[in-house]
């Protein structure tokens, strides 16, 4: 159990960040732009998976994505994603090349052409799975291995997948839209962003490799920090990632 004043820090800190004004410079304000739960959807899972380096840079390619229809689902079931994105070796977005973001999107498209939603085709995985597999990995493994956006290593926190699920499942907040009621949000996992280990560490909740360095972004240490969240936020242990990731970012 975490001590009363630790604790209470992590409360305090998380109610600090988790207003209306975290979605502004955040790459969550795409899907705030859209009323409908489908468009809502489809720009959290562009905007989550490009969430790699500077948010400057995340946030100006996907609104570079986005700002190709009003309609981002339409335009990808109507394949006009496919002039902009060619089958090249060329970098779209640092190690991110233009043919793995057609392959992406491929896929996305394969799902909506068969799904209402993004969220009921990946309902339908989880309730016909064993529940044994983390929510994530589900979802990582509909997409092919030459899709590098999408992790797929058993030993991956899957970061961007962990975020996109904080995005849908959680309810009652200003930047968490809440649309898939089918998860508990007690089985979220943390997303392992930089700030958030380093904060973590900074905090002792993780601790430093035995080289001294800061913890890499594993399943393993997601679990960790996971499981130290729900001594603090039993029944939503992720809003934890509003107070590590807050504060780390005005440090």
């Not at 489809?42 to 989550?48: C, E, L, Q, S």
């Not at 996907?62 to 902009?84: A, H, K, R, T």
């Not at 996305?108 to 016909?128: A, T, V, W």
């Not at 291995?145 to 030993?155: A, G, N, S």
Request: hydrophobic share 40%.
């Amino acid at each position: 159990m975490p001590d009363t004043k630790l604790k209470s820090q992590l409360i305090f800190l998380a109610d600090k960040y988790e207003t209306a004004d975290f979605i502004k410079n955040d790459p969550s304000q795409f899907m705030h732009r859209y009323s409908d739960v489908q468009n809502q959807e489809v720009a959290a899972f562009i905007a989550a998976n490009l969430s790699f380096g500077r948010r400057e840079q995340i946030i100006s390619h996907v609104d570079f994505i986005l700002s190709q229809s009003e309609n981002p689902s339409e335009w990808i079931l109507s394949g006009g994603y496919e002039s902009v994105f060619p089958e090249s070796e060329k970098s779209f977005y640092r190690m991110f090349s233009f043919k793995t973001m057609r392959i992406f999107f491929d896929t996305l498209r394969s799902i909506l052409q068969k799904n209402e939603s993004l969220g009921g085709f990946f309902k339908k995985i989880y309730e016909d799975s064993d529940k044994s597999e983390h929510l994530c990995r589900l979802i990582s493994s509909v997409f092919p291995d030459e899709c590098t956006l999408i992790p797929r290593t058993k030993t991956s926190a899957a970061k961007r997948l962990n975020m996109f699920l904080r995005w849908m499942v959680r309810d009652s907040s200003p930047v968490d839209l809440g649309l898939w009621t089918w998860f508990d949000k007690k089985n979220l996992l943390m997303p392992m962003d930089t700030h958030v280990i380093q904060e973590s560490v900074k905090f002792g909740l993780l601790p430093k490799s035995p080289s001294g360095k800061i913890p890499g972004a594993t399943m393993k240490n997601a679990l960790a920090l996971t499981d130290f969240m729900k001594t603090v936020f039993p029944d939503d242990p992720v809003r934890g990632d509003f107070a590590l990731f807050g504060l780390g970012v005005d440090s």
